[in-house]
């Protein structure tokens, strides 16, 4: 079964400190994973997905298929970065499995 | 270009009840997939449509229907409500080209209340 876990419910920082939010997958396949990220009072948005290989905001995901992980990591947080973030695998070309999300707080 | 839109933003229910939720897909996009996220969940795919068809279900009663039209718009309905139902249910548009997924695009939802 395919499954997402995010083992931190919460991640507080401060501002200028590195970020990295956990996330392991179980998935007996080539995954196609991503990053969502949530901000107050905004809709659910793709920030990014392991194919893209890029940078956005900051942030940076490596898919490590040894360890079965896609951790989102930024060097220095900045307080705008403060949302849910939910880590998600497509199932096939249907379905996203998402985790159950890590909010991160950057404090000033 | 138009983004994903959902209707009503906020809905109360009674047990027993049924409900439909609306969906318009983002400009450009055939496929339509639904969500259901309790509160502290991550989003819990319930279905796909596809070219007006059911395309991929997730663990969801038969109550949990779903219709997809001609403007790739769409529909999820719910019939004899419960409790548990109370949720946001999220919309979420995607481009699917030759059978394969794209990135799903997702609307403000709809926030669910079953009492």
């Known amino acids: 079964a395919q499954r997402v876990t995010q083992p931190e419910k919460l991640l507080s920082v401060f501002k200028g400190a590195p970020v990295e939010l956990k996330c392991n997958y179980s998935?007996?396949?080539?995954?196609?994973l991503f990053w969502y990220v949530q901000y107050s009072r905004q809709r659910l948005q793709l920030l990014l997905r392991?194919?893209s290989r890029e940078s956005i905001k900051g942030f940076t995901a490596d898919l490590n298929k040894g360890e079965t992980s896609f951790h989102l990591k930024k060097p220095f947080a900045q307080e705008e970065d403060s949302a849910m973030y939910y880590c998600?695998?497509?199932?096939?070309?249907?379905?996203?499995?998402f985790g159950t999300g890590t909010r991160l707080l950057v404090s000033p | 270009e138009t983004g994903v839109t959902q209707s009503p933003t906020h809905l109360i229910k009674t047990r027993g009840q049924q409900v439909t939720l609306r969906c318009s897909s983002q400009?450009?996009?055939?496929?339509v997939s639904w969500y259901q996220q309790a509160l502290g969940q991550g989003p819990q795919f319930i279905f796909q449509?596809?070219?007006?068809?059911?395309?991929g279900r997730g663990n969801f009663p038969p109550r949990f229907s779903g219709l997809q039209f001609p403007n790739y718009s769409s529909e999820l309905n719910v019939n004899a409500l419960e409790l548990d139902d109370s949720a946001l249910y999220l919309c979420?548009?995607?481009?699917?080209?030759?059978?394969?997924?794209?990135?799903?695009?997702f609307g403000p939802g709809t926030r669910l209340l079953v009492l």
């Open positions: 392991h194919i």
């Open positions: 998600a695998l497509r199932h096939g070309f249907q379905k996203l499995v």
């Open positions: 998935y007996s396949g080539s995954p196609e």
């Open positions: 400009s450009g996009h055939n496929t």
């Open positions: 979420a548009s995607s481009s699917t080209l030759q059978g394969g997924g794209e990135t799903q695009y």
């Open positions: 449509y596809y070219r007006e068809e059911e395309n």
